[in-house]
């Protein structure tokens, strides 16, 4: 078992990743255990593994409830969040007890804000199902719902009390949401660590194919990137955590033009933002061009966007800014913008000209 601890003080906790690591549970949430039941709250396409988790606690003297929720990103929503914690509260929940989150970004992002509030704060536990959750967002502690205004407007930081991660939970998990997710892999590589990027490029493919030993490294070496930038700036104040968002704000705005569906997944909108993020660099002269190429390159051969023309985006690049203005992340009427100097080497630049990004998207091929 790789554990990669996040230290955040009072709030530290441990990401433990193990291949077959549900089949383990009961011996890592016992020592959470109270005189009420575990409530683990779900969705409908990955109930089974949380049928598995509750046999496996009963088989433990681990008692359990279940809550299914339905899937998909309509989720995250103020109903279903008054839903949820009506039910918690009705199962009698209390402050001590921990909610196990087992799904993807949907379910953690929902049952952390709902653990959140609920009586001003509760423990809960990430078991992520996804890649993308595995590798960013079941480590950090941001937690949210969608507003009519917008995804991940209302939310909370709570940290979690522990993360679960079993790799292995990706064998039924579709190949187009594996891409989706290994682009938040590529991310890791090319915020600050150019030799993970290498990596990526000579292990992608193995990874994408369910290789465990790929898999698990990418995971763990993930998630303990992620620890170090949250350890240094849990709630994005000093710009270390922002470069998490690498090619959030190109990826933003693509998401919003095809109207956050199924279109174009987040995590693909993520892959052809950080290509888009490395190519205004290189016309800025700020990057070199071939370190563009090769991003697009390796996210081109990992059956992710990597373009305007392969994300499906014809809207000109007036359109595509004015969606980026509704960024959550704008501050004092600016957009941060995470640039790059090259592979591993990201910076935060708060004077991006947005007329400079129009005419930039605006020379990008359309399909
Ligand atoms: N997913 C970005 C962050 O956790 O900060």
Do not use: A, I, Y
């Given at each position: 078992m790789r554990v990669v601890p996040v230290a955040l003080g009072a709030r530290s906790y441990e990401v433990r990743i193990a291949s077959g690591l549900l089949g383990d549970a009961a011996a890592h949430l016992a020592p959470l255990a109270r005189k009420r039941p575990f409530v683990i709250v779900t969705d409908a396409n990955v109930a089974p593994h949380a049928q598995r988790l509750a046999a496996v606690l009963a088989a433990a003297d681990l008692a359990s409830e279940t809550i299914v929720l339905p899937a998909g990103?309509?989720?995250?929503?103020w109903a279903q969040l008054e839903a949820l914690l009506d039910r918690l509260l009705d199962l009698g929940i209390e402050r001590g007890d921990h909610v196990i989150a087992l799904g993807g970004g949907v379910i953690g992002d929902l049952v952390g804000f709902a653990s959140a509030i609920l009586k001003r704060g509760c423990n809960f536990v990430q078991v992520p199902t996804t890649l993308l959750a595995q590798v960013?967002?079941?480590?950090?502690?941001?937690t949210a719902i969608n507003s009519r205004a917008g995804k991940n407007l209302v939310g909370a930081f709570h940290q979690p009390a522990l993360v679960l991660i079993d790799?292995?939970?990706?064998?039924?998990?579709?190949l187009r949401e594996q891409r989706a997710g290994y682009a938040e892999v590529v991310k890791y590589g090319l915020i600050d660590d150019a030799d993970f990027f290498a990596w990526c490029e000579g292990n992608g493919e193995a990874l994408l194919a369910g290789d465990p030993d790929a898999r698990a490294y990418a995971i763990a070496h993930s998630v303990g990137a992620k620890a170090r930038i949250v350890g240094e700036d849990e709630r994005e104040t000093t710009g270390t955590r922002a470069?998490?968002?690498?090619g959030h704000t190109f990826g933003h705005a693509l998401e919003a033009e095809t109207g956050?569906?199924?279109?174009?997944?987040h995590g693909e909108g993520v892959a052809a933002g950080m290509a888009l993020a490395f190519a205004f660099s290189a016309r800025q002269g700020l990057c070199p061009q071939a370190d563009a190429e090769r991003v697009a390159a390796h996210l081109e051969a990992s059956?992710?966007?990597?373009d305007l023309a392969s994300a499906g985006i014809t809207a000109s690049g007036g359109r595509l800014v004015e969606h980026m203005?509704?960024?959550?992340?704008?501050d004092a009427g600016t957009l941060p913008f995470l640039l790059a100097r090259g592979i591993g080497a990201t910076y935060l630049d708060r004077h991006v000209d947005l007329a400079e990004v129009a005419a930039f998207l605006d020379e990008q091929p359309r399909p």
């Open positions: 990103e309509g989720t995250k929503s960013d967002s079941s480590v950090g502690g941001k790799p292995d939970l990706l064998d039924t998990l579709p470069l998490l968002n690498l956050f569906s199924d279109r174009l997944l059956g992710l966007p990597h203005l509704h960024d959550k992340k704008m």
